[in-house]
């Protein structure tokens, strides 16, 4: 659910490790614009 919906909104890779000691998982989102101004608007930073 993670994996599908952070490559949906963010075009972000998702890596799952499984490992012996436990589970590994790294996200990389592209910082591109709308990724900026999502967070801004998240914030409530975000003036027009």
Request: hydrophobic share 45%; net charge negative; glycine share 8%.
């Amino acid at each position: 659910m993670i994996e599908r919906g952070l490559a949906h909104e963010f075009d972000a890779s998702v890596k799952r490790e499984f490992l012996a000691v436990g589970l590994r998982c790294s996200i990389e989102i592209p910082m591109t614009a709308e990724v900026g101004q999502a967070r801004l608007l998240e914030e409530g930073k975000w003036a027009s």
